[in-house]
């Protein structure tokens, strides 16, 4: 039998990004929350996998404890079971300190895993750090951004978009993939799922002191990020009349935006 491991993170919804702007971090528990789309994909990507061979599904998301809807959600589509890791330690992580944390739980928890499934990205802070950083941590071998893949034995085969070219490649297992989101398009959880996603009580609950970690590799004391500045971005239209006959309106354009043309089309206009 696989065993397949779904990391989850549950994010703000766009629309409400609520900051603190002191600590530079989400004020998580203010804002509704859902599963991040690209973990949906990869999530989507262990069922397809489980629908084909025979396996079982942990997903694990880290967050406080209204994190854990994103884990009935996956339960309600087919996951087997849930870990939550929730703990006032666990705040203001980065990167650095969330892989590490995931590591030590899947060693503990899932110590028999064969493939980790992520999203490519999170859609609170897009780093595409913490699959990776995951596979460091757990020293196995993985592979990001990819498309579609199939496992064969003990082999996993995998497909990727990289700088317009087509990658296919093999790796073996144990190992890490992260998802991309132009496919495995997540399905929806039905209301019977639902029912029984409630009904079972699968959802584990875990603290630093359950996994055992070290205080100072977690939460904000174990993160080496620090922000510096928080900011919400501004767009700001301007408008330009460009006035006389068409020879000098031309002129104008390209005497003011030729450069910028000239990136656009590829080509050189004091050229043509």
Not at 155 to 182: A, C, H, Y
Request: with cysteine; glycine share 6%.
């Amino acid at each position: 039998m696989l065993k397949l491991i779904v990391c989850i993170k549950q994010v703000p919804m766009v629309s409400e990004l609520p900051w603190n702007p002191k600590t530079g971090t989400l004020k998580r528990e203010l804002a509704e929350g859902m599963m991040n789309p690209a973990c949906a994909h990869a999530l989507e990507a262990a069922l397809q996998i489980k629908s084909r061979h025979k396996c079982e599904i942990t997903a694990i998301t880290m967050g406080p404890t209204m994190a854990e809807e994103v884990l009935y959600e996956a339960m309600a589509v087919g996951a087997d079971r849930g870990l939550l890791l929730t703990d006032p330690a666990f705040a203001a992580a980065d990167t650095y300190a969330t892989s590490y944390t995931l590591a030590k739980t899947i060693e503990k928890q899932c110590p028999d895993f064969d493939l980790i499934l992520c999203g490519c990205y999170t859609s609170d802070s897009e780093t595409a750090q913490v699959g990776p950083q995951l596979a460091e941590e757990l020293d196995i071998p993985a592979a990001a951004y990819v498309e579609d893949f199939e496992i064969k034995g003990r082999t996993v085969r995998m497909q990727r978009v990289s700088d317009n070219f087509l990658e296919i490649m093999e790796m073996k297992l144990p190992g890490l993939v992260t998802i991309m989101t132009r496919s495995y398009a997540p399905r929806y959880p039905s209301l019977e799922g639902l029912a029984n996603a409630y009904d079972r009580p699968q959802i584990k609950m875990l603290g630093a002191k359950d996994i055992e970690l070290d205080l100072n590799k977690i939460g904000r004391k174990g993160s080496p990020t620090q922000i510096i500045n928080v900011y919400s971005p501004t767009a700001e239209n301007k408008n330009v009349v460009l006035k006389g006959t068409a020879k000098i309106v031309v002129n104008a354009i390209f005497d003011n935006y030729g450069e910028k043309i000239s990136g656009a089309i590829g080509k050189d206009l004091k050229k043509m």
